[in-house]
T-cell receptor
Framework: EAQVTQNPRYLITVTGKKLTVTCSQN?????MSWYRQDPGLGLRQIYY???????DKGDVPEGYKVSRKEKRNFPLILESPSPNQTSLYFC??????????????FGEGSWLTVV | GENVEQHPSTLSVQEGDSAVIKCTYS??????FPWYKQELGKRPQLIID?????GEKKDQRIAVTLNKTAKHFSLHITETQPEDSAVYFC????????????FGSGTQLTVLP
């Protein structure tokens, strides 16, 4: 089954404690990205990746890091989480430049609370 | 970069009535406009999309229209049902771009029985 898998789904952490949210897709997609969703703001892109070892900033990259060492994985790293990073996070993937429709597949979301 | 504005932020309709949600975009290079439905606590799900070479697209009770000149596009839901209640997001992108999507801020649609 084609899917994007995120872990953890729910996490409460403390300010400053490094954490990683993993994302994995099994569709051999080239493009992957991370979004955060906040009330009244919709989904905003944090980082995106065009392929292995190729990443770029989205609209709200501050406080986040990513890596793309393998095609299927795109972890989101919060080196020193702060309360304003409390949010719902979605990983997403799409086929790549050959897919002119750019259909996006979303993971189930990760609820992160920073206290 | 692209900026997408969406209105209204909340919309209540009676069951059986129509609902219309409108979006505007800023980047004339954008050529792909999907709409997503998000139920509470779940991931966004694509419900319909349109490309800039088409002015209108319909799929059963939902339709999307696009006005490239004015840079706006709309979602139309006819004969609304309680299960249509959800948050709807419009988005814009350049098809095939790794930048993926720029989303509107969402519309909470409530269909009253």
């Amino acid at each position: 089954e084609a899917q994007v898998t995120q872990n953890p789904r729910y996490l409460i952490t403390v300010t400053g404690k490094k954490l990683t949210v993993t994302c994995s897709q099994n569709m051999n997609h080239e493009y992957m990205s991370w979004y955060r969703q906040d009330p009244g703001l919709g989904l905003r892109q944090i980082y995106y990746s065009m392929n292995v070892e190729v990443t770029d900033k989205g609209d709200v990259p501050e406080g986040y890091k990513v890596s793309r060492k393998e095609k299927r994985n795109f972890p989101l790293i919060l080196e020193s989480p702060s309360p304003n990073q409390t949010s719902l996070y979605f990983c997403a993937s799409s086929l790549g430049p050959r897919n002119s429709g750019n259909t996006i597949y979303f993971g189930e979301g990760s609820w992160l609370t920073v206290v | 970069g692209e900026n997408v504005e969406q209105h209204p932020s909340t919309l209540s309709v009676q069951e059986g009535d129509s609902a219309v949600i409108k979006c505007t975009y800023s980047d004339s290079a954008s050529n792909y406009f999907p709409w997503y439905k998000q139920e509470l606590g779940k991931r966004p799900q694509l419900i319909i999309d349109i490309r800039s070479n088409v002015g209108e697209k319909k799929d059963q009770r939902i339709a999307v229209t696009l006005n490239k000149t004015a840079k706006h596009f709309s979602l139309h839901i006819t004969e609304t049902q309680p299960e249509d209640s959800a948050v709807y997001f419009c988005a814009a992108s350049i098809a095939g771009s790794a930048r993926q999507l720029t989303f509107g801020s969402g519309t909470q649609l409530t269909v009253l029985p």
